[in-house]
């Protein structure tokens, strides 16, 4: 489902609609095109409407200069207020949070790129809250439109589960909750750039982390015509006060929130939280960060009808809880309450980012370490030795390549096929029991379960003669004989 918003015309900064060449008398000489001024005609809009909500913008239509050669564009002080512009920009579409960052970005962009901004907010699970009042916020920050998508069905069963089919682990530990989120909001981004007629992208990721090479790369992949532009490695602004005060120069309300003192990012995978105390690693995480997962120590002492739970698995996908078939988005959701009463799934862990530097993260992720679990445990039926073997080995690979933003890369979308292929016949369902942050195999079953318990018993079968141990031993330890052989004779 989407949602879209129109808020007010982003017609103001459309500065050159009928462009002409000027004489040194201002007079108006050749007609100039469009795209020799650096301006996309702009496509389909959503919305077109007056420019009563954005600050009016006057222009002296015979003093507007092209530069042709270059990327920097002059226009007049009535314009933006007599700065020279970084590049001539149509429309950018921001990926907007309605936090400070992002609201001092919109005013930000239209200042420096003589742009109109389209805001873009994805549902992506982060909760009701983190979207109430984005409209009003994105008006008064001077955007001309607010688009709105529902991803959070989008967002599981075709970036969550393809992972969790694949087992992609990031360094030991880390289930790849914002690894797996940020290419499905740059794809919506492009979808949305298209839309509109927009011929740029905007986020808000500062220069440290992997968030920025994530979207970018999505941007690449998908649109490589497409600008791209990162404030956080071009603007002065260098944190919070200076964000403050570059808002109260433009007017723009400051988001009146309490400043939280962790770096965090939620969707419906997990909840992470970086930053203050988590900047040493010897700090032992303070309880009241946790957010979605009740402590472990706390959670109930006595049975409950939820301390056991029953996942249903089709082709190495989750399907069903306690055998109601869900959707993939409502299922994660069902297992997200269930493991949170239960203090599942926190993880706390150093890692190595992908621009060099290790980091400290707290991550919560009650729903997918339960599915984590019962995807492995049905495949020890399922796979066979060798298969298990080269799925662990290009799990690896498939995790560095997700966590690295690489997700439409050719090499990630094979092994994703490789695993639907070899998962077929993971089929089946899995018990688990849920106590005090711990998760223990109640049972597992599948139709195509390659354990025999007429081959597996301790008494006698027809398929397994245990005296034909003896010859396999002597073959499979051969090459140790001629070694210990070898030694011996050299030694001796």
Known sequence: MTQCRAISSCTSLNLFPHASRTDLSGKAATSLPLHELGVKAGGHSIAHCSSKNLAPIRINKFAIRAVVASDKESIPAGATEGKVLRKKLDKVVLAYSGGLDTSVIVPWLRENYGCEVVCFTADVGQGIKELEGLEEKAKASGACQLVVKDLKEEFVKDYIFPCLRAGAIYERKYLLGTSMARPVIAKAMVDVAREVGADAVSHGCTGKGNDQVRFELTFFALNPELSVVAPWREWEIRGREDAIEYAKKHSIPVPVTKKSIYSRDRNLWHLSHEGDILEDPANEPKEDMYMISVNPEDAPDQPDPFRKVKIGIDAGLPVSVDGVKLSPASLLSKLNEIGKRHGIGRIDMVENRLVGMKSRGVYETPGGTILFTAVRELESLTLDRETMQVKDSLALKYA?????????????????????????STTGSVTLKLYKGSISVAG????????????????????????????FIRLYGLPMRVRAMLDKGRYD
Do not use: N
Not at 400 to 424: H, N, Q
């Open 444 to 471: 597992r079953e599948s139709p195509y379960s390659l354990y025999r318990q007429d081959i597996s018993s301790f008494e006698s079968g027809q398929i397994y003669d245990q005296a034909d141990a003896a010859g």
């Open 400 to 424: 560095e390549l997700v966590y690295a933003g690489r997700w439409f890369d050719p090499l990630r979308e094979s092994m994703d096929a490789f695993m639907e292929e070899i998962t077929k």
